[in-house]
Nanobody, 125 residues
């Protein structure tokens, strides 16, 4: 499985961005796709997760209410719509995919088998 993240950029506070994660290969083996964020000098943290079998979604407290994760089945793509962006949303955003359901929590990095290359989001005035 290969993951290609895109859609990052430089935006002003209060703006919106939509990130895309295009999956290719044996995508039928995947259980969920998630987005992680790594801010400068900080650990990578889970932002949101989409469970492919039942379309259930999960969000971190830091983005809940401002972010929506969704899927386009036909294009094997998962989107992350981010609104009301804040400077603290700055970071490299990675998408990740897991073959099995998590044994700990959805935002545990060790649960993921595949990672995309990351796309940089900078929120600054």
């Amino acid at each position: 499985v290969q993951l290609q993240a895109s859609g990052g950029g430089l935006v002003q506070p209060g703006s919106s961005l939509r990130l895309s994660c295009a999956a290719s290969g044996k995508t039928e083996d995947l259980f969920n796709i998630a987005w992680f964020r790594q801010a400068p000098g900080k650990e990578r943290e889970g932002i949101s997760c989409f469970v492919l079998s039942d379309s259930s979604t999960y969000y971190s407290h830091s983005v809940k209410g401002r972010v929506t994760i969704s899927r386009d089945n036909a294009k094997n793509t998962v989107f992350l719509q981010m609104n009301s962006l804040k400077p603290e949303d700055t970071g490299v955003y990675y998408c990740a995919a897991a073959i099995e359901g998590w044994g700990t929590t959805w935002n545990d990095r060790s649960e993921y088998d595949y990672w995309g290359q990351g796309t940089l989001v900078t929120v600054s005035s």
